[in-house]
C-alpha cells in the first residue's frame, strides 16, 4: 500500500520535544523533512534512525499530554475491531483500533497530538475517537499481525456452503465450447475454492494441479518446498482443469498449447487475492500452476526484508538518489520483487511519477503506473521503457534486463535523470557487472549509471517453539565458515524439529543479502574491464558480505539453519 506525504507542519510533540530538549529545533526539522521524503510519520522517522528511543518518546508524551500509556503486547490482535476502520486509514495514520465502547473508538498512536488522523477516522467512522498512546516501535509491527490475523481468521472461517459463493473475478461461465460438462457444478466449485482457501490460509505461493496416468496429484509449495496436500480421483481431473480455465478466462476447447490467465479472489472487505495461472500440456492431461499473488507481501515494510544494518543504510540510500540503476538479482522465488516493490512503497508519494513493465504483474500498487508485457502485439521491455521516456517518468521500474536494446535504454534512462530499478538472472552481485558488459554495454555506461547491486536468496525461518540446540564439533564450523574467534566466543547453533506451529521445523522465510554500492574503486575495475573474481574480491575490501557470510549471521543469531544456508549457496 503506498504511503502518503506526510505534512509538513510539526505537531504538538515534536516542539514538546524541543521544549524539553531532547532534540533541537534544526532536528526536529530535519527530521520532519527526512520522513516526508521516506513516506514516514514524524515518530516513526525518530524511532527507526535510532535519532530517540520508542519507549522514552511514549513516556514524554504521556507525561505531557495526559494520554494512558499501554503495551500493545496485553492485547490479544486477532479480536481488535479492525472491520470499524478503512485499512488505508489505519496504514496511512499508522493508528489502531484496539476497542469500541458505545459510540468512542479507542485508537493505539504514537503521537496523540496528531490531529488529523483522529479527526479524519472520525469522519470515517462516524465515531468519537480516543488516542490511547503506545510504542511506535511495537506498533507497526501490530498494524502489520492484526491485519494478517484478522485475513486468516476470516479465511479459516469459511463453511463449505459458503465456499460455492466466493467472489471470483474471471471468465464467464459459458458452457457452450466445454466438452466437460458441469464445470460449474456445486461440488467442482467448492472443492477448488477450497484448495485456493487452503493454499492461502497456509501460506502457500504456488499450486500445483499435476495430472498422470494412474493418479491426480495437488501440491503446495511452501517456503520454498513442494508439499503434496491432495489426491482427487483421476475421473474428476478433467474437471477441475476445465474450473479453472473457466475461471482465469482461457479457451478450455484448447489443450494443445500453453495458455495464461489471471484469477482475482475476493477474500474480504480489504483483501483481494490475485493468481496467476498457467497451463502446459503433458503426457496426460495440462499441468496448471497456479501463482498466489499477495499485494500485502510488498507491505511487510524494510525491517522485515532481513537486511543487517549496513545492507539496510545502504539500500535506502541508493533508492533515496534522484537518478542512477538499482538492480537485484537471484534466481526465480528469490524474493526480488518483494525487494523491489518494497522500495516502491518507499518512494511512493502524489509528487512522483512511478511506472513499471513486468511480465507479469504480480503485485497491483495504487499510484504506480504498472504495464504487463504483450511481446505479441510489440509490447516488450524496450518498448514500454522508450514510451515511458515520453511521459516524464521519475522512478522507473522494469520487470527483468534480458537483453542489449533493454540494458542500452535502461541505462540511457539512468544516465538522464531517472531511477532506475531492475532484475537480472546472475549468482552474486559481482557477476551481475560483468553480465551487463558480456549483453553489449560499454564499461562506461555501467560505471557511470549503476549505483548499488544487491543479490539475494530465501531461507527458511527456525520454528521458535520447537528448534533444538545442536552440538556440532569445531571442525565441522570451521569447515561451514565461521572462524576460531567466533566460535571461541561461543556459537549457538539451532536445527529445525517440527510442531504443530510449524513445517517441519520452520515457519516462514527471510531473505539473505549481498549489498554492494558501486564504489569509485569498483568503477575504475569496471573501466580496466575487471572480471567477475576481481570485482568480487574488491568488494570484499570494502568489507562487503557476501551470500554466504551473510547467511552464516543468521545462522549465528539462531534464526536459520546451517542446512538451509547450503541449500542456497555455495563455499
Known amino acids: ?28 526539522q530535519t527530521a520532519y523533512q527526512e520522513a516526508r521524503s521516506k513516506g514516514r510519520t514524524f ?9 530517540l528511543d520508542s519507549r522514552r518518546i511514549a513516556v514524554v508524551a504521556a507525561q505531557e499530554f495526559g494520554v494512558p500509556l499501554l503495551d500493545l503486547d496485553a492485547f490479544d490482535l486477532s479480536a481488535l475491531p479492525l472491520n470499524l476502520v478503512d485499512e488505508r486509514l489505519i496504514n496511512k495514520h499508522r493508528a489502531l483500533p484496539l476497542m469500541r465502547r458505545g459510540n468512542r473508538l479507542f485508537l493505539a498512536v504514537s503521537d496523540p497530538t496528531n490531529e488529523q488522523a483522529l479527526e479524519e477516522i472520525r469522519f470515517n467512522t462516524g ?4 488516542p490511547i498512546l503506545v510504542e511506535d516501535a511495537k506498533l507497526g509491527a501490530a498494524i502489520h499481525q492484526a491485519i494478517q490475523a484478522q485475513d486468516t481468521s476470516m479465511v479459516g472461517d469459511f463453511a463449505d456452503a459458503e465456499l460455492e459463493k466466493l467472489e471470483i473475478e474471471g471468465g464467464e461461465e459459458d458452457d457452450t465450447e466445454n466438452p466437460d460438462a458441469a464445470v460449474d457444478e ?3 466449485v467448492r472443492y477448488v475454492n477450497k484448495i485456493l482457501v487452503d493454499a492461502i490460509t497456509s501460506g502457500a505461493s504456488d499450486i500445483h494441479f499435476e495430472p498422470f496416468e494412474k493418479f491426480f496429484r495437488i501440491r503446495f509449495r ?15 481431473a478433467n474437471r477441475l482443469t476445465s474450473r479453472l480455465k473457466v475461471m482465469s478466462r482461457m479457451n478450455i476447447a484448447e489443450r494443445r498449447v500453453p495458455q495464461d490467465g489471471r484469477i482475482k479472489l475476493k477474500l474480504s472487505r480489504n483483501r483481494d487475492i490475485d493468481f496467476r495461472v498457467n497451463t502446459l500440456p503433458t503426457l496426460y492431461g ?19 526484508l532481513g537486511f543487517e544494518p549496513e545492507q539496510r543504510k545502504a539500500f535506502l540510500k541508493a533508492i533515496q538518489k534522484p537518478y542512477g540503476m538499482i538492480l537485484v538479482t537471484g534466481p526465480t522465488g528469490s524474493g526480488k520483487t518483494v525487494s523491489l516493490y518494497t522500495a516502491l512503497n518507499l518512494l511512493n508519494r502524489p509528487e512522483v511519477n512511478i511506472s513499471t513493465v513486468e511480465d507479469p504483474v504480480e503485485i497491483q500498487v495504487p499510484g504506480i503506473n504498472q504495464v504487463n508485457l504483450n511481446p505479441k502485439s510489440g509490447l516488450t521491455f524496450a518498448a514500454a521503457l522508450r514510451a515511458f521516456l515520453r511521459q516524464d517518468p521519475d522512478i522507473i521500474m522494469v520487470g527483468e534486463i534480458r537483453d542489449l536494446e533493454t540494458a542500452e535504454i535502461a541505462v540511457k534512462a539512468a544516465q538522464t535523470g531517472h531511477l532506475v530499478l531492475s532484475t537480472l538472472h546472475t549468482n552474486d552481485a559481482p557477476q551481475t557487472l560483468t553480465r551487463l558488459a558480456n549483453m553489449g554495454v560499454p564499461p562506461f555506461n555501467i560505471a557511470s549509471s549503476v549505483l548499488l547491486i544487491m543479490a539475494q536468496r530465501l531461507v527458511r525461518r527456525l520454528c521458535p517453539h520447537c528448534r533444538q540446540l545442536l552440538d556440532l564439533p569445531r571442525e565441522t564450523l570451521l569447515e561451514e565458515g565461521f572462524t576460531d574467534q567466533e566460535i571461541d566466543a561461543g556459537l549457538s547453533i539451532y536445527g529445525p524439529v517440527g510442531c504443530d506451529k510449524c513445517n517441519k521445523g520452520y515457519r516462514g522465510r527471510v531473505g539473505i543479502f549481498q549489498v554492494m554500492p558501486v564504489s569509485e574503486e569498483t568503477s575504475r575495475l569496471i573501466l580496466e574491464g575487471g572480471n567477475a573474481m576481481q570485482l568480487a574480491e574488491q568488494a570484499r575490501r570494502e568489507g562487503i558480505s557476501d551470500l554466504r ?18 541449500r542456497v549457496t555455495t563455499d
Open 1 to 28: 500500500m503506498a504511503k502518503e506525504a506526510v505534512t509538513l507542519k510539526p505537531s504538538g510533540l515534536a516542539w514538546r520535544l524541543v521544549k524539553d530538549q531532547f532534540i533541537s529545533e534544526f532536528q526536529m
Open 43 to 51: 515518530v516513526q522517522h525518530l524511532v527507526e534512525e535510532k535519532i
Open 127 to 130: 465515531l468519537t475517537t480516543e
Open 186 to 188: 456445486a461440488p467442482i
Open 222 to 236: 511452501q517456503d520454498g518446498l513442494l508439499r503434496e496436500v491432495a489426491n482427487p480421483p483421476l475421473n474428476i
Open 286 to 304: 495440462e499441468k496448471i500452476v497456479l501463482r498466489i499473488l499477495d499485494s500485502s507481501a510488498a507491505q511487510v515494510g524494510v525491517d522485515q
Open 549 to 566: 557470510t551473510s547467511g552464516l549471521r543468521k545462522v549465528k543469531a539462531g534464526i536459520t539453519s546451517l542446512e538451509e544456508v547450503n
